[in-house]
T-cell receptor, first 114, second 112 residues
């Protein structure tokens, strides 16, 4: 079956712009979470959605937001981009919720802010 | 709060050498523990997991045992291959299961 699909794979934006990233989870998965990966900070949790509800949010400014649609697809938005937002953004999907549930990751979207 | 500490890399080994990557954690309750691997230009792939104390996760020759008394989950492989060259991440799942907390990652480079 198809894995987690993230689009686009690469993106270049200018400071001050906004950007929207998309994630299609594995069919049947209802939980989608987002992570930011940078060389300096490593992998950091952004937020998690389950059945269209945000259940957890990491320590990121309000410029970072997300949503989940009824078909479980998710988008994240970053407004007023800063150079420090350059990163690999990873989406993960899980069948359900719970600490034992395995998360499957997409290939990521590489965002470069210039 | 919850945190994961893993050994700094890079780790450089010859093919068929023994591999250990140390991982320790701090957490409330009883987290699940994971090892993920990331190949160049790719996302993360789950390598193995353990959900309770003394569980041993294993996959593709890699093993790790959930040690609650030492709060550790060290990754081992008896004989590494060139194809094992990648970045390895230790992670724990928070009590609610809504977020993974990752270590900084360890780069493994295996030469023939």
């Amino acid at each position: 079956k198809a894995g987690v699909t993230q689009t686009p794979r690469y993106l270049i934006k200018t400071r001050g712009q906004q950007v929207t990233l998309s994630c299609s989870p594995i069919s049947g998965h209802r939980s989608v979470s987002w992570y930011q990966q940078t060389p300096g900070q490593g992998l950091q949790f952004l937020f998690e959605y389950f059945s269209e509800t945000q259940r957890n949010k990491g320590n990121f400014p309000g410029r970072f937001s997300g949503r989940q649609f009824s078909n479980s697809r998710s988008e994240m938005n970053v407004s007023t981009l800063e150079l420090g937002d350059s990163a690999l953004y990873l989406c993960a999907s899980s069948l359900e919720t719970g600490r034992r549930t395995e998360a499957f990751f997409g290939q990521g979207t590489r965002l470069t802010v210039v | 709060g919850n945190s994961v500490t893993q050994m700094e890399g890079p780790v450089t080994l010859s093919e068929e050498a023994f591999l250990t990557i140390n991982c320790t954690y701090t957490a409330t309750g009883y987290p699940s523990l994971f090892w993920y691997v990331q190949y160049p230009g790719e996302g993360l792939q789950l390598l193995l997991k353990a959900t309770k104390a003394d569980d041993k996760g294993s996959n593709k020759g890699f093993e790790a045992t959930y040690r609650k008394e030492t709060t550790s989950f060290h990754l081992e492989k008896g004989s590494v291959q060139v194809s094992d060259s990648a970045v390895y991440f230790c992670a724990l799942s928070d009590q609610a299961g809504t977020a993974l907390i990752f270590g900084k990652g360890t780069t493994l480079s295996v030469s023939s």
